[in-house]
């Protein structure tokens, strides 16, 4: 009981200490606001230069790169008869029956969806022209796929995705099916794990010894799967595994995203050097089993070709 009391004491001191401690470490930004409620006019000048520097980042690395979207400012080639068409009828056709302008609307929306179709058909019908493993994204149908020469060698079920505003406006706009009548060409990725591991092994010194390793068996990798991959005309796919994180994993994920956040300052920095707007990303955000997700990472070459349904 004695023993009980002194630890209850001890502790109530060292807590007793840390608030103290904590109280002397405030007391000089207590003190300096409380100079500012005095002095109304030091208080707009001091929150004034607060929201300049953080209303200029937003504006020209959020805002601007997104109203300056290239691919929503392009006009729609294949169906731009199809949409002026269905507006001159519907013009024309106001005394008409509502039903017939609902009829020509859901014609219209039906062409635009065939176009975007066949954007996604035509590349991977470009991607089988070569020889390396590419990707196939269907969100209409949840499937990953690894292809060759239009071969699917193996498809992976997507348990969940997020699709960028951005892609939704193109699609709102009639102007997706041009986004996607090429395939994309990855630019660059960054992972939590190694591209191709290396294991080192020592080289046994006799037969015997040899033949004893060939019995060992090698320990599966557990490796956990975040990656992101950049391509061109603005796109990024990013796939993390449905597997719960490891505290090893969440160690590696808090280091994978900073990475991601620094090469996205980075990238804005040096467009503003150039005197040029940041890139808007259009982001894809896949989740995939981790057996999946290190599959597709791994198969993948360095400039691997994408086509995309949406």
Same mark, same amino acid.
């Given at each position: 009981?004695?023993?009980?009391? /002194?630890?209850?004491?001890? $502790? ?36 004034? =230069? ?34 002026? %068409?269905? #507006?001159?009828?519907?013009?024309? =056709? ?17 062409? !635009? ?14 991607? $089988? ?9 269907? !969100? ?6 690894? #292809?060759?020469? /239009? ?25 997706? %099916?041009?986004?996607? =009548? ?32 060939? &019995? #060992? ?8 799967? %975040? ?25 590696? &994920? ?22 040029? !707007?940041?890139? %808007?990303?259009? !982001?894809? #955000? ?20 994408? =086509?995309?349904?949406?």
């Amino acid at each position: 009981m004695p023993a009980l009391l /002194g630890f209850y004491l001890s $502790s109530s001191t060292m807590a007793f200490s840390f608030v103290k401690f904590g109280q002397r470490l405030l007391q000089p930004f207590l003190s300096f606001f409380k100079g500012l409620r005095q002095k109304p006019l030091a208080a707009t000048i001091f929150f004034f =230069a607060l929201l300049v520097p953080a209303l200029v980042i937003l504006t020209f690395l959020v805002i601007l790169p997104v109203a300056n979207n290239p691919y929503e400012a392009e006009e729609a080639a294949t169906s731009e008869t199809v949409d002026e %068409h269905a #507006e001159n009828v519907t013009e024309t =056709a106001a005394p008409m029956d509502s039903a017939l302008t609902e009829k020509l609307e859901g014609l219209s929306q039906r062409l !635009l969806a065939l176009d975007i179709q066949r954007a996604y058909l035509q590349s991977r019908w470009e991607l $089988s022209k070569g020889d390396s493993i590419s990707l196939s994204i269907n !969100l209409r149908d949840s499937l990953v796929s690894l #292809e060759m020469k /239009g071969t699917p060698i193996r498809q992976c079920r997507i348990l969940r995705f997020e699709v960028s505003r951005a892609l939704q406006r193109l699609q709102a706009k009639g102007r997706l %099916h041009e986004w996607l =009548a090429k395939p994309f060409k990855m630019q660059s990725d960054l992972a939590t794990l190694p591209k191709a591991p290396m294991r080192i092994i020592t080289a046994p010194k006799d037969t015997l010894e040899a033949q004893a390793r060939a &019995k #060992e068996t090698i320990p599966i990798e557990t490796s956990e799967v %975040h990656f992101t991959l950049k391509f061109d005309r603005n796109l990024a796919i990013a796939i993390a595994q449905a597997q719960d994180l490891t505290f090893k994993g969440r160690l590696k &994920k808090w280091s994978y995203d900073l990475r991601r956040s620094y090469a996205s300052v980075k990238a804005a920095l040096a467009a503003l050097q150039r005197g040029e !707007l940041p890139q %808007h990303r259009m !982001l894809i #955000e896949l989740e995939l089993t981790q057996e999946d997700a290190k599959a597709i990472y791994r198969a993948l070459p360095k400039q691997a070709g994408l =086509a995309l349904y949406f």
